[in-house]
């Protein structure tokens, strides 16, 4: 490998990225001004005291033996403080790094601040350590030795296992060669593999924001995933804001293209006091924010008991945040976190959690699902999901479907793993046997069931119809409400209803009109069901929202009242009808239609809520019967009352399809 002096490259330049870490006053900084040339404590006040406040950054640029050119490469290092006033500091700039330096001073041995940056490191799943003994002028060689078996010992408890140990001194020099060497070997090494077309989507996570006179606003930090290119458009994380990428800068050299891993300064066209440090840049597609997720905890000691009620302190990438934390399951770690504010997050995401007075790290973990379901977060079901969601996209996509009879909502599966969408059709393409598709409206996301789950659909649909036709012979068939209620089916109706169009393109089932039957069936109608087809139905639907009581279609229709009741009573069974109260009977396309309304009303309000009065004056219906309709909407889960007024609970898909 040889030196060379940083210039403009015209592809990418390959980096890796290297944190300090360690006691303060340990020769951090003066370590990294050997190995680069660059002075990183760079504020008054840092020079002042002699120590690192802020983040600090430096390059050393090299090329590749072996080629005419040679492959640029740049060796990166965030110094970080090693004062324990500045951990927040620290914790930001080992957030995005892909090897840690950790230096210790000979005379000094193990202090405190190398025992938490060794477990913050440990939490954040940070593998690959490098050693440096610094102060080796001060001490003799027995001393060296003392410290370094000391070290070995520790990391052996922490998790870095026979890590490389560089006996050096920031005064003479002894040693920095070597140390350099290694560091531009681990470089070399690591990336020498062409790099693969990135899966995932550009997620850029912003660790400084300043103005340039003449550029303008320009964020310095790291790609996460992804990549990314001059001309871009990215979107600001929580404000949603969309930022062009101007150029891109790689310490003094502009490159064209970002790849994920690597440390870059971008010129966007934001303005510089909205953009932040803890900020992310994200590519349209992704751009989704949650308070809420599920993840796994890895205590950095002792298991923690969280207190539900106390406030701790979350850092996830270069952001800081307050955060509650329920445990879900102790034993594998499982636990829900609610923040204050909004976060982006994707699957595997670390973040290190500190006690509410910030002042000791408690533990660390891994983001595992952004989306919670509203109840059962600690159900056996729940676990189980969120144990095979616990892997990368292939394997918790074939875990996912093995576990789930409703299947895996592709759209939150591709959001919760930040995929392209082309990168997740594939991943799914792949998966043998090859499990069914259900799309969603838009052509986007839908579900994907596995076919073992699709088969126990199918197997229990046709029992259930297979059960009706016995007992009800001359039925033509059962609506497909009174079907998902039989079938106690727990998913959204959109997909019940897809299966079951999928089960009748393969000749499993068939229907008639609303009603399922199973092929063949022929039902004979008695004279109670021939009445109701041909005189109630049609009056049903001639009224519309307003359906005449019971009384009113014995007189119209000339039925006996009890016979009337006999053949409601029936119809209703098999979903042909719905009865909403004593005396009042709608069809099941009627009840859809007011469902929609119901929920464009309560869209007209800020909160979603509405009253009986707003209902009847949007509707035109009595208020009597406004009253009726919405205590059985009540009743069936799709609104709730709260005194006066009325949410809406779920999509009216959900239940009436």
């Known amino acids: 490998?040889?030196?060379?002096?940083?210039?403009?490259?015209?592809?990418?330049?390959?980096?890796?990225?290297?944190?300090?870490?360690?006691?303060?006053?340990?020769g951090k900084s003066a370590l990294v001004r050997q190995l680069t040339g660059t002075e990183t404590d760079t504020l008054q006040a840092e020079k002042e005291r002699g120590l690192t406040i802020n983040l600090g950054y430096a390059y050393h640029h090299f090329r590749t033996e072996g080629e005419p050119a040679g492959v640029p490469i740049t060796l990166g290092f965030v110094d970080v403080p090693g004062h324990t006033d500045f951990i927040h500091n620290m914790l930001a700039g080992v957030s995005s790094v892909d090897s840690a330096l950790l230096v210790v001073a000979a005379?000094?041995?193990?202090?405190?601040?190398?025992?938490?940056?060794?477990?913050?490191?440990?939490?954040?799943?940070?593998?690959?350590?490098?050693?440096?003994?610094?102060?080796?002028?001060?001490?003799?060689?027995?001393?060296?030795?003392?410290?370094?078996?000391q070290l070995s010992e520790l990391l052996a408890t922490s998790g870095f296992s026979a890590p490389d140990f560089f006996p050096l001194s920031n005064v003479s020099g002894e040693g920095v060669p070597e140390l350099k060497t290694h560091l531009m070997a681990l470089a070399a090494e690591k990336l020498s593999l062409e790099m693969e077309p990135s899966d995932q989507e550009a997620r850029f996570l912003i660790d400084r924001s300043f103005s340039v006179k003449g550029i303008g606003t320009v964020v310095t930090g790291c790609l996460r995933s992804g990549q990314m290119s001059t001309g871009d458009q990215l979107v600001q994380g929580l404000s949603g804001d969309v930022a062009r990428v101007r150029s891109i800068r790689l310490d003094r050299d502009t490159i064209q293209t970002l790849h994920a891993g690597q440390r870059a300064a971008l010129n966007i066209n934001l303005d510089q006091t909205s953009v932040k440090r803890g900020d992310w840049l994200l590519a349209s597609p992704i751009h989704h924010t949650v308070r809420r997720f599920d993840c796994r905890i890895q205590a950095a000691e002792l298991p923690h008991r969280f207190k539900p009620s106390a406030q701790y302190h979350l850092y996830h990438g270069c952001g800081h945040h307050l955060v509650n934390i329920r445990v879900l399951d102790p034993d594998q770690g499982f636990c829900q976190i609610l923040s204050s504010t909004p976060l982006s997050l994707a699957y595997g995401d670390r973040f290190i959690i500190r006690d509410p007075a910030a002042a000791t790290t408690l533990a660390g973990g891994h983001v595992i699902d952004l989306f919670v379901p509203r109840r059962g977060r600690a159900t056996e079901a729940r676990?189980?999901?969120?144990?095979?969601?616990?892997?990368?996209?292939?394997?918790?996509?074939?875990?996912?479907?093995?576990i789930s009879p409703l299947g895996v909502n592709l759209e939150q599966f591709r959001l919760n793993h930040a995929l392209r969408q082309d990168s997740l059709e594939k991943l799914c393409a792949v998966i043998n046997p090859p499990p069914i598709s259900l799309k969603a409206n838009d052509n986007h996301g839908g579900y994907c069931l596995s076919q073992e789950h699709y088969q126990h659909w199918c197997d229990r649909t046709r029992l259930l119809l297979t059960d009706f036709h016995r007992e009800s012979p001359s039925e033509g068939g059962i609506a497909e409400s009174a079907l998902s209620n039989q079938l106690n089916f727990p998913g959204a109706h959109k997909i019940l209803s897809q299966m079951l169009e999928l089960m009748c393109s393969s000749g499993l089932i068939s229907r008639n009109g609303t009603l399922f039957h199973l092929?063949?069936?022929?039902?004979?109608?008695?004279?109670?069901?021939?009445?109701?087809?041909?005189?109630?139905q049609p009056l049903l639907k001639e009224a519309g929202k307003v359906p005449p009581r019971t009384r009113e279609?014995?007189?119209?229709?000339?039925?006996?009242?009890?016979?009337?009741?006999?053949?409601?009573?029936?119809?209703?069974?098999?979903?042909?009808?719905?009865?909403?109260?004593?005396?009042?009977?709608?069809?099941p396309e009627t009840i859809s239609e007011l469902a929609s309304f119901t929920e464009a009303l309560a869209n007209q309000d800020e909160e979603g809520a509405f009253t009986v009065i707003a209902f009847r004056d949007a509707s035109g219906i009595g208020r009597n019967l406004c009253i009726e309709i919405l205590e059985y909407f009540d009743a069936k889960g799709f609104t709730r009352r709260e005194g006066n007024s009325r949410l809406i609970r779920t999509q009216k898909e959900n239940i009436f399809g």
Not at 389 to 398: E, F, G, N, T, V
Not at 526 to 534: K, P, S
């Open 107 to 149: 005379d000094d041995g193990i202090m405190p601040q190398t025992r938490e940056h060794l477990a913050i490191l440990s939490l954040l799943g940070i593998k690959q350590l490098i050693v440096a003994i610094s102060k080796i002028d001060k001490v003799d060689e027995s001393r060296a030795v003392e410290v370094e078996q």
């Open 383 to 402: 676990l189980d999901a969120l144990a095979a969601a616990d892997h990368s996209a292939q394997i918790a996509m074939k875990k996912s479907l093995d």
């Open 519 to 536: 092929p063949g069936h022929q039902a004979q109608l008695n004279r109670e069901q021939r009445e109701f087809q041909e005189k109630i």
């Open 553 to 587: 279609l014995v007189e119209m229709t000339g039925i006996p009242l009890k016979a009337m009741q006999r053949i409601l009573k029936e119809a209703g069974r098999s979903g042909s009808v719905i009865q909403v109260a004593d005396n009042r009977h709608y069809l």
């Open 1 to 26: 490998m040889s030196d060379a002096p940083p210039q403009t490259y015209p592809s990418d330049s390959r980096q890796l990225i290297v944190a300090t870490a360690g006691h303060v006053d340990h």
